[in-house]
């Protein structure tokens, strides 16, 4: 015989046990006393960590939130969490513009959450940064709330929009977004 006990268990808790055996009449000693702990993993992968937007005119936009995708038009980054528990996610960069008519943070340079078309309960989205947001230098607040970790959703889109400056010199550009897990 067998008895199943059905629990959800706290991470990195430990769990002690012990059992004993009965026929119904008699009963055997306690087994030795034996624990167990679940432990929390952390681990967010970024599938799409690169976005790559092209030549922009002077005061023209881009972003990455086409659906379906353009041709050529670069895709958002794409976040999994690969770990055993709910996330959240803080956005922060680096300046993207020189010019002094793009200040940092400014409309210039943002960012918004979306959820995957196919994992649509991924993250509480109502929580979320869903509206374009400036990009920040420094900060802690949550852009991504509750990205769940389960198989079938555990995807976050974070979708990108630029707008260049009308005085902004030529050349290459880039920034460094950090993506921040608690």
């Known amino acids: 015989n067998f008895s ?45 960590r690169t976005i790559i937007f092209g030549n922009l005119g002077l005061g023209l936009s881009n972003d990455t939130n086409d659906t379906p995708p353009e041709p050529n038009s670069p895709f958002p980054f794409i976040m999994n969490n690969d770990g055993n528990r709910i996330v959240n996610v803080s956005i922060t960069g680096t300046q993207l513009w020189l010019s002094p008519g793009a200040p940092f943070p400014g409309s210039s340079f943002r960012f918004a959450t979306r959820l995957n078309v196919t994992k649509n309960a991924s993250f509480n989205h109502s929580k979320s940064a869903k509206d374009w947001t400036n990009v920040l230098d420094a900060g802690s607040t949550v852009h991504v709330f509750d990205l769940l970790w389960n198989y079938t959703n555990n995807t976050a889109w974070i979708d990108l929009n630029i707008t260049a400056p009308t005085d902004e010199p030529v050349g290459t550009r880039n920034s460094t977004l950090t993506f921040t897990i608690t």
């Open 4 to 48: 199943s006990y059905n629990q959800t268990f706290d991470f990195d808790t430990t769990y002690w046990w012990r059992v004993i055996a009965t026929n119904g009449t008699d009963f055997s000693n306690y087994s030795n006393i034996m624990n167990f702990s679940v432990q929390s993993v952390l681990s967010v992968t970024l599938i799409n």
